[in-house]
């Protein structure tokens, strides 16, 4: 593509760092039980708050701006997205674009969701059915109570 806006671009990797940043925030430093992720055997948080301060940003931006990394990076990455919907919709026809963003997304959710489950089955002996992963990769786990691959979904 050559009519990329390399700002746009700095700008989505910015979103995704705050989302990160927030969610190891949380769950590294915070999280006192992660059903369906680590098993209750093991302790945690997983870093000792007193050991490392990264935290002390994620007080700063909800004391500051009553707002978390991960949510100010979930709206950026969504105000930028929206930006880009009219020239993404110019290229495309509705179906070829809805065509191109189900290629775009669900080949890299399959992957991801199938790597996470082996990778929490080694390290954590969690096993997960097959309607975990379906229900995952359509999010419907809430509807039919089914517990997802990736609980931050």
Do not use: C
């Not at 009519?3 to 700095?10: G, H, S």
């Not at 925030?25 to 006192?32: K, N, R």
């Amino acid at each position: 593509m050559q009519n990329r806006f390399a700002y746009l671009d700095v700008l989505r990797l910015i979103a995704v760092v705050l989302v990160m940043f927030g969610h190891f925030v949380s769950v590294g430093g915070g999280a006192t039980v992660i059903p369906g992720i680590i098993s209750i055997e093991y302790p945690l948080p997983l870093i000792d708050s007193s050991s490392w301060g990264m935290w002390k940003f994620e007080v700063f931006m909800i004391e500051t701006f009553s707002t978390q990394t991960a949510i100010l990076g979930v709206t950026l990455f969504f105000l930028v997205t929206g930006y880009l919907m009219p020239v993404m919709t110019e290229r495309y026809s509705r179906k070829g674009f809805l065509v191109n963003r189900f290629f775009r997304i669900f080949p890299v959710l399959f992957v991801a969701m199938i790597v996470l489950g082996i990778f929490v089955g080694a390290t954590q002996e969690i096993k997960f059915d097959v309607s975990s992963y379906l229900a995952s990769w359509t999010l419907t786990y809430p509807i039919f109570g089914v517990v997802p691959v990736a609980g931050v979904l």
